[in-house]
C-alpha cells in the first residue's frame, strides 16, 4: 500500500500558525490528498483534501507541492482544541474496488501551549 | 444530522469467545469501511462495503474475522475464537460513493478488551 511520511509529533503555542508536513513521493497523478485528524477517545475526523491546487476551508489550509509529493496542512492559528494527532493520507481517484479507501500512517502528535 | 454510530462503545470478553460489533453508517451512504486501530498507531484497514458486498475484505487478519452488512446500511464485525491480540480500537466509517474525494465519516469505535 501506498504510505505517507509524516514527522512524529510537533509543539505550537497557541494563536501561532502551525505547518505539519506530509511527504508523499510516490503518489500517481490521480490520487486525491486528505488529512484527518484524531482527537483522544474519538474517530478520525475529515480536516481537508486536495489533488492540486492549495485548498482553504473553515478548518484549515492545504498547500500541496507542485511536484505533488509533498503537502502542509496549514492551521493560520492555534487552538488548546487543535492538539491531535494529523493525518495525512492518499486515496485513489480512479475505479476499483479500493476506491476511496484510506491508508494511514502513524500521524503526527501536535501539542498546542497556552 | 446523526453521524456514524458504534455499539457498544466498550466491550470486554474472555479468550476465546465470539463478539459482535455493531455500525450505524449515515443515512443514504452506501460506502462502509471497518478499520482496526491498536494503541500508539494508525487506523488499520479491515474491509470495505459498496452496498451489501464486502469490495475489498484484504485487510481482514484471517478467517476468525467476519462481516456482514445484508441490507446495506447497518453492518456488523464478527471475531471469532476471541485471541488477545484482537484488543483494539475498532472503527467504522461511511461515506457517500461516486466521488472519491468525499471524507470519511467516522464513529467514535467500539473498544475491545479480551482478557
Known amino acids: 500500500d501506498a504510505k505517507t511520511t509524516q514527522p512524529n509529533s510537533m509543539e505550537s503555542n497557541e494563536e501561532e500558525p502551525v505547518h505539519l508536513p506530509c511527504n508523499h513521493s510516490t503518489i500517481s497523478g490521480t490520487d486525491y490528498i486528505h488529512w484527518y485528524r484524531q482527537l483522544p477517545s474519538q474517530g478520525p475526523e475529515y480536516v481537508i483534501h486536495?489533488?492540486?491546487s492549495n485548498v482553504n476551508n473553515r478548518m484549515a489550509s492545504l498547500a500541496i507541492a507542485e511536484d505533488r509529493k509533498s503537502s502542509t496542512l496549514i492551521l493560520h492559528r492555534a487552538t488548546l482544541r487543535d492538539a491531535a494527532v494529523y493525518y495525512c493520507?492518499?486515496?485513489?481517484?480512479?475505479?476499483?474496488?479500493?476506491?476511496?479507501?484510506?491508508?494511514f500512517g502513524q500521524g503526527t502528535i501536535l501539542t498546542v501551549h497556552p | 444530522g446523526a453521524g456514524v454510530s458504534q455499539t457498544p462503545s466498550n466491550k470486554v470478553t474472555e479468550k476465546g469467545k465470539y463478539v459482535e460489533l455493531r455500525c450505524d453508517p449515515i443515512?443514504?451512504?452506501?460506502?462502509l469501511y471497518w478499520y482496526r486501530q491498536s494503541l500508539g498507531q494508525g487506523p488499520e484497514f479491515l474491509i470495505y462495503?459498496?452496498?451489501?458486498?464486502?469490495?475489498?475484505d484484504s485487510g481482514l487478519p484471517n478467517d476468525r474475522f467476519f462481516a456482514v452488512r445484508p441490507e446495506g446500511s447497518v453492518s456488523t464485525l464478527k471475531i471469532q475464537r476471541t485471541e488477545r491480540g484482537d484488543s483494539a480500537v475498532y472503527l467504522c466509517?461511511?461515506?457517500?460513493?461516486?466521488?472519491?474525494?468525499?471524507?470519511?465519516?467516522f464513529g467514535n469505535g467500539t473498544r475491545l478488551t479480551v482478557t
Open positions: 486536495g489533488l492540486t
Open positions: 443515512s443514504g451512504h452506501t460506502a
Open positions: 462495503f459498496q452496498g451489501t458486498g464486502a469490495a475489498d
Open positions: 466509517a461511511s461515506r457517500l460513493t461516486g466521488t472519491a474525494y468525499s471524507p470519511l465519516h
Open positions: 493520507t492518499r486515496v485513489g481517484r480512479a475505479g476499483g474496488t479500493s476506491y476511496g479507501k484510506l491508508t
